[in-house]
DNA sequence: ATACATTTTGGGGATTTTCACAAATGATCA
DNA sequence: TGATCATTTGTGAAAATCCCCAAAATGTAT
């Protein structure tokens, strides 16, 4: 057998189904096809050999979620992601993961799929690796139809998503045909994510924004739409114990990817409150929208805030922002540290800020303002002199941290 | 000499001086004659023995405040308030007080005022005692004279000053004008005072008022007025190196004598800000207002504050609490505590307020709590659990302390 | 009534924090 | 330039807080 070997894959099937039969029995071994995304499209059966990888991919009908780090991690994926030759990989017991052989599927530059192929017995030979590559051509076509197909729900999907946010969708009823005719099951209990970008989302970032949604398994999303530099998505919240926790550990972990695999930075990301009622979708989008709102505002103090209750005092801040422009109150205590800061180009109200930030915390404070802890000690004495400020007093100390925070951004 | 002698005093005089000097001639000793919130009227000339108690009064125009306060506690005054009978007083060294022999003024049941017959060289014998009270009488008139003609002063006063409180004076010469009219140093800095009763004050207490304002040698009273259950008053803070905690003193001592004195408890005071443009009285009166409802909704937590700058937080509460009101938001980690408290009758969040009140220290909390500190840290534990509290952010604290406070009073 | 879970209290040691003092450095002003 | 004041850092002892354990008390459910 030679490369110039007649094509073996030159046949037309109904299904992809038939196509990773045809490849196993001419490979001899256990073939998988998958989409862009490691959703299972197609495998072979006749073959029953195989690993414990494969076989919850075949359950859960997608890669597992830990394989798909593994991959990318050890590099595989990101080397099928530039390369039409097929790609060996070793063994990984850790994940279920046998040798094998992979290979991407691609029209012009973009990745439709992958192909694999698992080396139970014996590993495959030049010559295979070559048959390998026809295959993945022959399958091109067919995923093609598949994509177009997708496409079209896709559009369909998103005018509704526009639908429920904007709130035009007022009917229970008219919104649950809604879902069912689009497959979706409605979920007893949602939530809106948000993604903001630093610049508006490109059609390659939506493909890898794409790519991570559809393999996170942590999360069942509904729907997804990007609107200039946001990325909104519907999610169900029906099978968490603590809904906000697993929130926020998704996108923290999606934020993550975004910049692990692709370097994409400061993206800030925000949920809405967890809802029942779906004519709700378009409050929950305003409320993202405000959250994000306050974050940009207040990048340093709400980095680690992603919903409305979290928020904290931070709720309030435009009310307040309000009031201080209007009356022509001045924080006495203040107003006295920045004038000594002026004078002695000192750093009591900066001082102040970390400690207030550190809960009162001299240590860590000292820490994050790198001096000692008796420094600390000793500007704070000379700050409560200045300042009359009394560190004891809860109702003070609040009111020192409020505006703190409220005179930096008075000019917003 | 037998009581049954001529009268002396039979005779009418211009002036008070005079017939101070006439008594001091007829009983042989110094006279000192003080209207009814101790300001001298008048005083003998003849006789140059004198202490340094009398000294201080002729110097200051007044009797000295320490003076007074100890006549207070050591029961003189108190008595001559009760009798018209002489009193003798006895050498007080400390206060430079010698012997004396002093009288009430009556007209009716009313004291206009008091005569104080210094006993420098021998003590004064009862037919001397039995002319003093002749003495006293024959006073009374030309005391009376005095007071209705302080009398009309006072209205003038008044009308003035609600002209100024309302903002009825625009005009800052006109304003000069009436100052200087009325005899009154205009202040380069004020400030309004209230002191809001329980009850609406009577004329009874409108005296006792009076007196404790006028013997108040603390601070410079330049008008005052009554309204309903409110004292008014507009103060001179020139002299003052720390104005606010002089105000803070005053406003104390005088809640506290009016206790002491005359068994008028929950006197609730406040100040506004320093001013010095005339045609802000209104608006200082304003800010006394605005506090003083705070104080109202508020009485324990704002206890020890007195005017807008110390408010804290609680100068946001009326924003607040309208935007909780509005919004359905509710508190999560608040809400599953009461949970908590309701299901199991414990106080956790009772426990979790005092221990906020008390800028989370544990022992002063415990100590309020009547409870052991380790118990208390039990509690923190089970309601950081509860909750989904981090005690160590200080914007949850914030937000935990604000809407504890809030949801106490929504219903107002 | 009994078993079980929750809460309260206490002891005592480890760990931190606080405090006072001293030395060194930096800034300021005549 | 020296004298003075403000600031920073270090040290070590005293005080306080934290933490773990266990016993007792209380409440709860079967």
Redesign the interface.
């Known amino acids: 057998m030679s490369s110039k070997l007649h094509d073996p894959f030159k046949t037309s099937f109904d299904s992809l189904d038939e196509y990773a039969d045809l490849i196993s029995q001419v490979l001899k071994c256990p073939i998988t096809i998958e989409d862009a995304n490691h959703r299972l499209l197609a495998y072979s059966t006749h073959d029953e050999r195989t690993d414990p990888a494969r076989i919850s991919t075949i359950i859960g009908r997608r890669v597992p979620e830990k394989v798909i780090n593994q991959l990318w991690k050890e590099g595989t994926i990101p080397t099928l992601l530039k390369t039409k030759e097929p790609i060996r990989v070793k063994n990984m017991e850790e994940i279920g993961l046998s040798h094998r052989v992979a290979i991407s599927i691609w029209k012009q530059d973009e990745v439709l799929g992958f192909i694999w192929a698992l080396e139970i017995d014996q590993s495959l030979k030049e010559e295979d690796l070559a048959l390998l590559k026809k295959a993945a051509d022959a399958v091109k076509n067919k995923l093609l139809q598949l994509q177009t197909r997708k496409n079209k729900k896709e559009e369909r999907f998103q005018e509704f998503f526009w639908k429920l946010l904007t709130g035009h969708l007022k009917d229970q009823e008219e919104i649950l045909e809604h879902f069912h005719a689009l497959q979706i099951n409605p979920p007893a209990t949602f939530a809106i994510l948000v993604f903001q970008f630093k610049k508006n989302i490109s059609s390659k970032e939506e493909q890898w924004i794409s790519y991570l949604l559809q393999t996170n398994q942590r999360i069942k999303i509904l729907l997804y739409t990007i609107d200039c530099n946001q990325l909104i998505v519907l999610v169900s919240t029906d099978t968490f114990q603590n809904p906000f926790s697993e929130l926020e550990q998704f996108v923290q972990v999606f934020v993550e990817k975004m910049n692990e695999r692709y370097g994409i930075k400061d993206i800030i990301s925000v949920f809405s409150s967890i809802y029942e009622d779906y004519q709700l979708i378009g409050k929950a989008y305003e409320e993202t929208q405000s959250v994000l709102a306050i974050k940009n505002k207040f990048p340093y ?1 709400t980095k680690h ?1 992603y919903n409305y ?1 979290k928020l ?5 801040f435009d ?2 922002l309000e ?1 201080r422009k209007v009356e022509p ?1 001045e924080n ?1 205590s203040l107003k006295k540290l920045h004038e000594y800061d002026q004078k002695h180009n000192s750093h009591l109200v900066k001082t102040l800020e970390v400690y ?6 001299i240590n860590d404070a000292a820490k994050e303002l790198n001096v000692h802890a008796n420094t600390l000690t000793y500007r704070l004495k000379r700050i409560a002199e200045i300042g009359e400020i009394n560190f ?8 020192l ?2 505006d703190l925070k409220l005179e930096k951004y008075k000019g917003i």
């Open positions: 103090e805030i209750h904290g005092i931070y709720q309030f009310l307040l009031k109150y006495y207030l930030n550190n809960d009162a915390n004891k007093d809860p109702n003070q100390k609040m009111m941290y409020l």
